[in-house]
């Protein structure tokens, strides 16, 4: 089963971030850094519709003692154990908020023996920026940029040319 892998990736990743003085949950997928809360989604697939309802919340279940409050959280990251569809790609891209605030990490070729994930990362988010550097660093990862955004990336950087 890949999901335990992922979950063993994550839990080291929040114990690396304690060194940078970020906050984290024992039990729950955040990082509070910054006083902004990033939250991390481990699934092995979404539904475009489930996707686009979960991005849109902006919500993170926040633990305090035997209590729990809801916060909003600043960034989501999601984590596919298997490729996400190219439709729940389209969906973050169709909407510059949900791109501006959410990243995916396609960690199935890693998870399959490759040392390889795609990311599909536009936010500024210095903990997910972390996540990338610890994937490479701790793993040996090699991130590789989703195609749709080396496509996209490739459009914006090519000069405009004028007409007669």
């Not at 997928?29 to 902006?58: G, M, Q």
Request: charged share 30%; with cysteine; hydrophobic share 35%.
């Amino acid at each position: 089963m890949k999901m335990p892998k992922v979950w063993e990736i994550l839990k080291e990743f929040k114990n690396f971030c304690k060194f940078h003085g970020w906050k984290t949950s024992e039990k729950n997928d955040w990082v509070e850094a910054d006083e902004e809360y990033h939250n991390f989604l481990l699934v092995r697939n979404v539904h475009p519709t489930s996707f686009k309802n979960i991005v849109s919340n902006e919500k993170c279940i926040v633990q305090e003692g035997l209590s729990y409050r809801v916060v909003k959280a600043s960034y989501t990251a999601w984590l596919f154990s298997e490729e996400p569809s190219e439709t729940l790609i389209k969906t973050l891209y169709e909407n510059p908020d949900f791109s501006k605030r959410t990243a995916i990490y396609d960690l199935s070729p890693f998870l399959n023996g490759k040392n390889l994930c795609i990311k599909l990362n536009c936010t500024d988010s210095t903990v997910f920026k972390e996540f990338e550097n610890f994937l490479e660093k701790e793993f040996k990862v090699k991130l590789k940029p989703h195609l749709s955004l080396s496509k996209e990336l490739d459009v914006k950087a090519q000069p405009l040319t004028e007409t007669a």
